[in-house]
């Protein structure tokens, strides 16, 4: 699995999301892929991101990529 890193989105920081991730199968997110996405104002944001960005277990699914948007 590769990590891609991008920008936010407009609409994501108009909604106050400062980290957001995706896995895909393609190189950017699909309208069927699931998105997480952290706001500034959440509990134990540190722990989530550190979460999300731990993609090991997803190493032998159908996934490729973990698009990371901070």
Same mark, same amino acid.
């Given at each position: 699995?590769?990590?891609?890193?991008?920008?936010?989105?407009?609409?994501?920081?108009?909604?106050?999301?400062?980290? %957001?991730?995706?896995? %895909?199968?393609? *190189?950017?997110?699909?309208?069927?892929?699931?998105?997480? %996405?952290?706001?500034?104002?959440?509990?134990?944001?540190?722990?989530? *991101?550190? *979460?999300?960005?731990?993609?090991?277990?997803?190493?032998? %699914?159908?996934?490729?990529?973990?698009?990371? *948007?901070?």
């Amino acid at each position: 699995m590769r990590k891609i890193y991008k920008k936010l989105t407009k609409e994501q920081k108009d909604a106050g999301i400062i980290f %957001s991730s995706c896995l %895909s199968t393609e *190189r950017t997110e699909q309208e069927t892929d699931t998105i997480h %996405s952290l706001k500034g104002n959440e509990k134990d944001y540190l722990v989530q *991101r550190k *979460r999300l960005l731990n993609d090991s277990f997803f190493n032998d %699914s159908p996934f490729n990529y973990n698009i990371v *948007r901070n």
